[in-house]
């Protein structure tokens, strides 16, 4: 009977602490074979991460918070369980964050570089990233509640806001709100009418600016044109043989000036004696005119004409019966 | 006083040690259990009730671990050994004082402490956290069954919601207390029955009071290791 009690008691309480050591194992995930490996990380202020929160890399669990403990200077130091099979990034860092609205905190594993833009985040991590031995830096992220107090103080700022603003508007601001706002309108509908009877005028004014910039634009084009004709003249040399040759002419006109310049003055020295000859010749014209002398008879008279004519007639029936028959008119002999 | 100084006569208690732990521990484990798997049950179904909505749904782990390991597996527990095993001693040692065999042991020699209180007493505190302890392994594994059957729950949700809370003091804190349960359990149901007078009358009204008194005795420790311990 005592071995009997001694052995059940002794099977409950084994099977007691079994369950209890393999269910505390269990339940914090301790392993007994070291897979995972431990880190370190150092944060100014944790937030609410806690023993046990679980540890993320790109929103994978690869671990778990082992031990949260205060550091010289002001620092809290806190240790990680990882996965040995876990890539980690190169240069490590923590990030340690609320997870729900739950109160859930989680470390987010991030790399260090690049440096995240958050300044403060930034800032943070900088801070904690110097030379600790090994230790990764960490910051944190601030939770729901430090967000929600903040919300709540701009939510305050806007009461605030609104309470002056309802003081300013009180009932006489109002009526003369009211007021301006009647006024603003009719101001409106005058500038309404202002801008109808100046329409027509903008639209002639414009169609004339219209019209006038497309004649400077033709202009344009021309000059344009001419511009890229004397730039190709330019670039051929035409415009130089063009200047030399003005060139040339210029000096032939002004050898001819000097030609004429000398004639000129010759004839201007011979003025007299030409107009004695004019004079001369102008009575000698009126004499044949008048048919006096031999010349003014053969002017006037016809017969000498038509017995040149006859003569001439005569001598080419002469040079063609010469022709046709040589040998009646012509007799060559050498001996 | 003379319980504790009763402590030291190992050779009178020693050999009844055994026997107590098995009456008073081992053979209340089926009754821890049956209570623990509807503990389970009923909290898992409660808190699916209450988180639905707002809350998500693993949470249901969370809430069956902690409650289960910290408040209801010793608390239930000890109140339904308070039954058991309180009303049990008081109702034995009460027959045998007002039978006077209580009186023919001293007539022995035997000190009546040695010999009917401090194995009963030992008994209680030593195993009132093993009962414990499988009272918490069923009751967190049949809220667990609960939530994968009769929930839209799966395993790893489950278990996440499990482990996200989870310390190894929420363990070691409800063994502690049941520890203490079973010591004030047995003292009383000690306490009330040695002190039985008259006949059978007297027998129930001690071991009546003796169950009042563990499962008060139980309420106020529980308020006391909540402020000592948290």
């Known amino acids: ?335 | 006083m003379e319980a504790g100084r009763a402590l030291g006569d190992v050779r009178t208690w020693g050999p009844l040690l055994f026997f107590q732990m098995r009456r008073l521990g081992v053979d209340s484990v089926p009754i821890a259990v049956f209570i623990a798997v509807f503990t389970g049950i009923v909290l898992a179904l409660l808190s699916s009730y209450i988180f639905t909505g707002a809350v998500p749904l693993y949470f249901v782990g969370a809430l069956v671990g902690k409650t289960v390991m910290m408040e209801l597996g010793p608390v239930l527990t000890g109140m339904a050994l308070a039954g058991r095993v309180g009303a049990n001693i008081a109702a034995e040692l009460g027959t045998m004082k007002v039978t006077e065999q209580v009186d023919a042991l001293e007539t022995l020699a035997y000190d009546k402490y040695s010999y009917l209180v401090v194995p009963r007493v030992l008994a209680a505190t030593l195993m009132f956290p093993v009962v414990t302890a499988f009272a918490m392994a069923v009751g967190v594994t049949a809220g667990w069954i609960t939530a994968i059957n009769l929930l839209d729950l799966s395993t790893p949700e489950f278990l996440k919601g499990l482990r996200m809370f989870y310390q190894f003091k929420d363990i070691w804190f409800g063994l502690v207390k049941s520890a203490s349960f079973g010591a004030a359990v047995a003292l009383m149901g000690c306490l009330r029955g040695l002190g039985s007078e008259g006949g059978a009358q007297g027998v129930g009204a001690a071991t009546t009071r003796a169950v009042v008194l563990g499962c008060e005795a139980i309420l106020v420790l529980d308020a006391f290791w909540a402020l000592v311990l948290l």
Do not use: C
């Not at chain 1, 040995?84 to 490590?92: F, Q």
């Not at chain 1, 570089?113 to 944190?140: Q, S, Y």
């Not at chain 1, 009126?286 to 031999?294: L, N, P």
């Open chain 1, 1 to 335: 009977m005592r071995r009997s009690n001694e052995f059940a008691v002794g099977l409950a309480v084994i099977l007691a602490l079994a369950l209890v050591i393999g269910g505390a194992l269990w339940l914090s995930e301790t392993e007994i074979n070291q897979k995972s490996a431990k880190y370190t990380a150092r944060f100014r202020d944790i937030g609410g991460l806690s023993v046990g929160a679980p540890v993320t890399l790109r929103g994978v669990k690869v671990g778990r918070v082992e031990q949260i403990r205060l550091a010289p200077n002001e620092w809290v130091e806190t240790d990680f369980s990882i996965d040995r099979d876990t890539h980690l990034p190169e240069k490590p860092a923590v990030i340690a964050s609320s997870a729900s609205l739950f109160g859930e905190w989680a470390a987010n594993i991030v790399p260090l570089e690049p440096l995240p833009d958050d300044p403060i985040l930034r800032g943070m991590l900088t801070e904690a990233a110097r030379p600790a031995g090994g230790v990764w830096p960490g910051a944190t992220l601030p939770d729901i509640g430090q967000l929600t107090a903040q919300a709540s103080r701009i939510a305050g700022d806007i009461a605030d806001v609104t309470q002056r603003i309802r003081g300013a508007f009180d009932t006489t601001a109002l009526r003369e709100l009211r007021q301006s706002v009647k006024d603003l309108a009719a101001i409106s509908d005058r500038l309404v009418v202002f801008a109808n009877q100046q329409t027509n005028r903008l639209d002639r004014v414009g169609q004339r600016v219209e019209s006038s910039s497309n004649s400077i634009a033709n202009v344009a084009q021309t000059f344009e044109r001419a511009s890229q004709q004397l730039d190709a003249a330019t670039r051929d040399g035409q415009l130089k043989d063009i200047m030399d040759n003005g060139k040339a002419s210029s000096a032939d006109v002004r050898a001819a000036a000097a030609d004429l310049r000398s004639v000129m003055a010759a004839a201007r020295s011979n003025q007299a004696s030409l107009v004695r000859v004019i004079q001369s010749a102008d009575s000698l014209m009126q004499k044949i005119q008048s048919g006096q002398g031999t010349i003014g008879l053969l002017a006037t008279d016809s017969t000498l004409y038509r017995e040149t004519t006859l003569t001439m007639r005569q001598f080419r029936e002469l040079l063609t019966d010469i022709q046709a028959h040589p040998r009646k008119y012509l007799k060559v002999s050498v001996f």
